[in-house]
């Protein structure tokens, strides 16, 4: 068979679903594509991420005989030009979960009917298959702790592995690269280097070697150092690590080493991953409007000073600036502090949510569309769980989160000093957001 197979986020030659059952009677062609939507608005940093992991794929399928297309282009445009110019028997895609990701699957799919292509989705980016549990995608539970229950009930972290190996197949050369230099994007350090043997190793150190796992769920929410949490996140989001490989290596560390509440706790967070997704293919559109998925008026009132201020990190309130500023300089925020300065931004500012998952967009490394839309809609009252006004008090979290201020100390070393003035008064601009939330 002719197969034309694309890679938008499973950027990985181990367990990865897009290439199973291929035989070496098939022809590939396989196109690796930087989505150029929303390229311009990223930060550099995540541009070379991106471009970093693209060119790693090309390089590692390379060595194993396989050779990779890289294209800079929207999926549907891309795929159309393909069927325009030559004849498939089938195209496969992955299973997307978000708005715009789903469009341009319903447009390949289209495009494949009119040309007499057969279309194939494999899920590659989650390990919940929801129609297992529930009789449609509306029937998925709109609070986390009923889906969770309906899902575990099934055992649902004991998955089977994909084919682990790409099989060997001809593969067609269509002469396609990218180039750092014409995408424009600038060299620069990165604290990870994504790539899949590190994804790898980073995998088999945090579980087997060091055993940070075992301590997950006492160290998950510190804010400074590097392994108090798992960095998955990073691998998975752009699928350098097939996430049923994790539950498979957490799932055999429980076995032979130790079963604990931590490495359960592990799985539960990435069943939160799961869940968002799903959410994300529930509602659509919703997720990325104003109203979110309640449909509900949340209070804002845009301060162009105040937004100036915040995205330079320069708030005054020590524990949101440091997370600012680390995830302007690293890319990376940890989920403590996304919380902390995700509610001072709704809450105490009063500036849209929309406009401050945007900011996480541009640089977030990590950035996954269903897990930060639907988490900032959580914290602003408009998504899923969001009954009650709920709001972060900075002073209380820096004093059980960062009790020798040393998160604060090594992002804000001014912290102390006369000149470093709040932008707003805590209680005063809290109480502002609650009022006219009731008057809504
Ligand atoms: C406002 C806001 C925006 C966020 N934006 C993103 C985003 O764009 N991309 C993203 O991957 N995560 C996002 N998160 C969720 C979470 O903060 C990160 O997944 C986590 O901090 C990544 O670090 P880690 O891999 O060390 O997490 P760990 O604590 O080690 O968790 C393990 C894994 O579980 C999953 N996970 C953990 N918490 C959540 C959660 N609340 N929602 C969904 N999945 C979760 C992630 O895949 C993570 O890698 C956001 C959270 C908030 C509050």
């Not at 469009?103 to 495009?111: A, G, K, S, Y």
């Not at 604990?260 to 539960?268: A, L, P």
């Not at 769980?385 to 020798?404: C, G, L, V």
Request: with cysteine; proline share 2%; hydrophobic share 35%.
């Amino acid at each position: 068979m002719n197969i034309v197979i694309l890679v938008t986020h499973t950027f990985r030659s181990r367990y990865n679903e897009l290439f199973s059952g291929l035989t070496k009677d098939d022809t590939i062609t396989v196109v690796s594509l930087l989505n150029e939507k929303h390229f311009d608005s990223m930060s550099n940093k995540r541009k070379l991420f991106l471009f970093t992991q693209i060119r790693d794929f090309s390089e590692t399928l390379r060595a194993k005989g396989i050779i990779v297309n890289e294209v800079f282009s929207t999926p549907s445009n891309i795929i159309g030009k393909l069927f325009l110019e030559n004849s498939y028997d089938q195209i496969r895609v992955e299973r997307q979960f978000s708005y715009d990701e789903l469009q341009e699957n319903r447009v390949i799919e289209t495009l494949a009917k009119k040309c007499n292509v057969n279309y194939r989705e494999y899920t590659t980016q989650i390990f919940i298959d929801y129609k297992k549990y529930f009789s449609s995608i509306q029937e998925v539970p709109d609070t986390f702790t009923s889906f969770r229950k309906i899902v575990e009930k099934q055992n649902c972290y004991d998955v089977e592995l994909p084919q682990r190996e790409i099989p060997q197949c001809s593969c067609v050369d269509l002469n396609m690269d990218l180039s750092q230099e014409e995408l424009g994007i600038e060299d620069e350090a990165l604290l990870f280097t994504p790539i899949e043997q590190n994804a790898f190793e980073h995998l088999h150190n945090y579980i087997w070697k060091f055993e940070y796992i075992k301590t997950y769920k006492q160290t998950r929410n510190q804010m400074i150092g590097s392994n108090f949490s798992t960095r998955f996140s990073y691998l998975l989001n752009f699928g350098l690590l097939n996430v049923k490989e994790i539950l498979h290596e957490i799932n055999s560390y429980e076995t032979k080493k130790i079963s604990n509440s931590s490495t359960y706790w592990v799985k539960f967070e990435l069943l939160w991953r799961e869940y968002s997704k799903l959410i994300s293919l529930k509602y659509g559109k919703l997720l990325f409007l104003e109203k979110g998925i309640m449909n509900k008026d949340i209070y804002s009132n845009y301060n162009k000073e105040f937004y100036d201020t915040f995205v330079e990190g320069n708030t005054g309130y020590s524990l949101v600036d440091a997370g600012i500023r680390e995830l302007k300089t690293t890319g990376f925020m940890s989920n403590r502090a996304r919380q902390n300065v995700a509610s001072f931004f709704v809450k105490n500012l009063h500036l849209p949510w929309l406009m401050g998952a945007e900011f996480f967009e541009k640089y977030l490394l990590d950035y996954d569309p269903a897990s930060n839309y639907l988490n900032w809609q959580y914290i602003a009252g408009c998504g899923t769980d969001s009954r009650e006004f709920r709001y972060f008090n900075i002073a209380k979290q820096t004093k059980d989160y960062d009790p020798k201020h040393e998160f604060i100390s090594y992002w804000v070393p001014e912290y102390k000093d006369s000149s470093y003035s709040k932008i707003v008064d805590f209680y005063e601009s809290v109480d502002v957001a609650k009022k006219e939330q009731k008057l809504l």
